[in-house]
């Protein structure tokens, strides 16, 4: 029985990735989506990336969302780009709302995806110094070292997010610390986009508040854990 359930959880996870190769380069359209969109962002091409994010007519929120969430899988590509464009496209408001569901939706799949296919995969993404060290502190601080990372935007959310995958960390709580840490950043950096101001000096001034805030909500962790932590169940 348990030889046949584990043949299943290994088939359906072969399943899984063999339809994400697929629709890759079978799908019309999502090859050159990827392709053309993490190319935008590489390069920091704010108007490109508004352009092609227009381009879409009225499903551009769905495509700035997804183009979110793709850019999470992809090592050295910043997400800080899309939240920007997102703003300048929609107003800080919307902006803001698109990139925190594509920033949510990315997460979560990092966290799949390293639960599902473990450390080997998760290394094809990620130095496996920076896995070792990720695994090593959030075992240590738990749904604390989530929600905090999530806060300062110097550390890259796909790391995290691929190691809270390998811990015994539920999908429920990362979730949670998620939503609410990444929201100070993203509404901050949306403001500053609507405004149009992609001046690095802005940038630097709205980062260091967010490592202030991210180091004060560390030093009341306790507190701020039994906020997030769901009681448990008798």
Known sequence: MISSKNTYIVLSRIGVFGLIVAAYFYLPGVQQFASEGITYLQYRNFQGLRQFILSYGIWAPVTSIALMALQSLVPLVPGIIITITNAWIFGWQYGALYSWSGALLGAVLDFWIARWYGRPV??????????????????????????????????????????????????????????????????????LGQNLSHNIKAV???????????????????????????????
């Open 122 to 191: 998760i290394e094809r993404f990620v130095s496996s110094k920076f896995v070792t060290f990720t695994d090593s502190f959030l075992k240590r601080h738990g749904i604390i070292a989530v929600f905090v990372t999530r806060l300062v935007p110097i550390v890259p959310f796909k790391v995290i997010s691929y190691g809270a995958g390998l811990t015994r960390l539920t999908c429920c709580k990362f979730t949670t610390a998620t939503a609410i840490g990444q929201t100070p950043a993203i509404v901050l950096y949306s403001i």
């Open 204 to 234: 630097i001034a709205i980062t260091s508040l967010l490592i202030a805030v991210g180091l004060i909500a560390y030093y009341y962790r306790n507190t701020i854990e039994r906020y997030l932590t769901f009681p448990k169940e008798k």
